[in-house]
């Protein structure tokens, strides 16, 4: 089993809150990435990062922010949410080197009312 | 045109039955592929990688065609429990080792 944790699994909230979601790994992997899903419909990616202090905005555009300031920690920060925010967040990790697969959380289920 | 293509199903099969999934992926480049498998409302989880050569794990066998840039995924004795959506996955090393999933095929074993 991979070693990567995502707080909390659930979280709604009312609209305007500021969120963190957290997402750690205790595999020392460089890369971390964070997905966002809708039930039924397919990953889009919408930030990545290949080391400390290395972040890149992914395919979706996403109003969220991120941070890489240790290596096993990749948290994911909304500054004011809103219902389309609504949505599962998915954060995974790999190792370098080729042929490496990703590791998944088990993501957080976010809800804004 | 999308990095990777699947058909979206879904297949509804039978207890025991053998199915087969495909995946072509757009970009030559891509070099490591991989299948998930995800159920609902859950991550995905790496079901096995594909090699070029081919691969089996247990029940199932991958295999990937590079000249024809596809890959497939082969089910034998299809088991209740494999209802599931496997994603197709191929990574890139020309964008930085990137990850491209396609949108998944749906899978139900009917008792």
């Known amino acids: 089993e991979a070693d990567i944790y995502q707080t909390p699994r659930y979280l709604v909230i009312g609209t305007g809150k500021k969120i963190t979601l957290e997402c750690s790994q205790t595999?020392?992997?460089?890369?971390m990435y964070w997905y966002q899903q809708d039930p039924g419909m397919e990953l889009h990616l919408i930030h990545y990062s290949y080391g400390v202090n290395s972040t890149e905005k992914g395919d979706l555009s996403s109003e969220s922010t991120v941070s890489r300031i240790r290596t096993e920690h990749f948290p994911l920060t909304l500054e004011s949410a809103r219902p389309s925010h609504t949505s599962q967040y998915l954060c995974?990790?790999?190792?370098?080197?080729?042929?490496?697969?990703?590791?998944f959380g088990d993501g957080t289920r976010l809800s804004i009312l | 045109r999308k990095e990777v293509e699947q058909d979206p199903g879904p297949f509804n099969v039978p207890e025991g039955a053998t199915v087969a999934f495909n995946c072509t992926y757009s970009n030559s480049a891509s070099q490591s592929f991989f299948w998930y498998r995800q159920d609902c409302r859950k991550e995905p989880k790496l079901l096995m990688s594909?090699?070029?050569s081919g691969n089996e794990d247990g029940r199932f066998t991958a295999q990937l065609n590079r000249a024809s840039q596809y890959i497939s995924l082969l089910i034998r004795d299809s088991k209740l429990s494999d209802s599931a959506t496997y994603l197709c996955?191929?990574?890139?090393?020309?964008?930085?080792?990137?990850?491209?999933f396609g949108t998944g095929t749906s899978l139900t074993v009917i008792p």
């Open positions: 996955v191929v990574n890139r090393k020309d964008t930085g080792n990137q990850f491209y």
């Open positions: 595999m020392g992997h460089d890369k």
């Open positions: 995974a990790s790999s190792d370098r080197g080729t042929g490496r697969p990703q590791h």
């Open positions: 594909v090699y070029s």
